[in-house]
């Protein structure tokens, strides 16, 4: 049945209005960068962002050397990532009203980066917050932490190290440690939790997480990750929900 010129505008019209209604939404937004900083969209292409462009699942953003960035999303989450760092947003769904459908997932490609977790994982699916990396998944449980990989085999972080634990380290392996709350830690080798206070590592996929002793290193790449957001000015009391 043929739909008259007036009908199909409207239908047309309509499917317009959809589609630009859901472009705008957004699950995520940079809250402040400096430097270079891209994001890949979904259906291709790649575009040089700055304060105030959105991310949305599916999308990946990479910042680069020089650079960082500050990207708050919709439930309170934050992510802080150095410099050199990418990453991947798999899958994000905050409805204040649906906690049982909670879910956030990204991925480290490479580099490093502060998470400050918000409502998602604290409120109906405690497994509903993930950080995966090339050596194992992340949960959270409302918390801070901070993930290093390892694409070069940290050399900078070795040296204060036990010898039996910088023997395990290679290219892949996966620093992290926790600042509040605690995490779990899980590959196919094993899994553990850590708590406030605790560093780990995941030599890679096969070989399970293991503690490891707060370094001076390793306290100064603590030290530099808590300060980004105090040096990035930004008011953590704020809350950026796109519409």
């Not at 009908?7 to 472009?23: H, M, P, R, Y």
Request: net charge neutral; glycine share 12%; proline share 6%.
């Amino acid at each position: 049945m043929m739909r008259s010129p007036a009908v199909f505008s409207s239908w047309l019209l309509a499917c317009v209005l959809l589609l630009l209604t859901g472009s705008v939404l957004a699950d995520g937004v940079l809250v402040s960068a400096t430097g270079t900083v891209h994001v890949q969209k979904v259906f291709g292409g790649s575009k040089i962002v700055g304060p105030g462009s959105t991310l949305k699942a599916g999308e990946s953003i990479s910042v680069e050397k020089g650079a960082s960035a500050h990207i708050r999303f919709t439930d309170g989450s934050e992510l802080i990532l150095k410099p050199g760092t990418r990453i991947k947003l798999d899958k994000y769904n905050y409805v204040e009203s649906q906690p049982e459908a909670d879910a956030m997932s990204y991925s480290l490609v490479q580099g490093g980066l502060r998470a400050i977790s918000g409502a998602v994982g604290k409120r109906g699916n405690r497994d509903a917050y993930q950080a995966q990396t090339s050596a194992g998944t992340i949960g959270i449980r409302g918390t801070e932490f901070i993930i290093i990989s390892c694409e070069a085999g940290c050399p900078e972080l070795l040296k204060d190290l036990p010898p039996e634990i910088a023997a395990q380290v290679q290219a892949g392996s996966v620093f992290f440690g926790v600042t509040q709350g605690s995490v779990e830690v899980a590959n196919g080798a094993g899994s553990g939790v850590f708590s406030a206070g605790q560093w780990g590592l995941m030599p890679a996929p096969g070989m399970p997480p293991i503690p490891i002793p707060s370094t001076p290193q390793i306290q100064k790449v603590f030290q530099a990750s808590t300060s980004t957001i105090g040096t990035l000015g930004v008011n953590r009391d704020a809350i950026c929900k796109v519409h």
